[in-house]
């Protein structure tokens, strides 16, 4: 039990979203890794290669999938995710 824990969706549960990394909400939100790669590693290497998010932010599908790990699935999962975050924005903003 206590290994779950390490993970960052244990994280999450134990301590909340506020104590993640960006790259720990990524590695949560990949939910899975590969044969080769977990989630975590997966999400390392996406902000290696991209540095943060504001950079990550808006890549197209056929970019993210050069990276080993990512297929079509990952990538529009990361597509999802800043699309509904433009769309949470945009309602806030509108409040």
């Given amino acids: 039990m206590a290994e779950i824990y ?29 044969s080769k790669y977990s989630a975590e590693k997966i999400s390392e290497m996406v902000f290696e290669k991209f540095g943060s998010l504001n950079n990550l932010m808006g890549k197209r ?18 597509a ?3 699309e509904l975050t433009k769309r949470i924005i945009k309602k806030l903003e509108t409040e």
Avoid: M, W, Y
């Fill in 6 to 34: 390490k993970h960052p969706d244990g994280k999450l549960r134990r301590s909340g979203a506020n104590s993640c990394s960006d790259r720990d909400l990524l590695a949560i939100i990949l939910n899975t890794g590969t």
């Fill in 80 to 82: 999802a995710l800043f």
């Fill in 61 to 78: 599908l056929s970019e993210l999938i050069k990276i080993e790990g990512i297929g079509e699935v990952k990538a529009t999962q990361i």
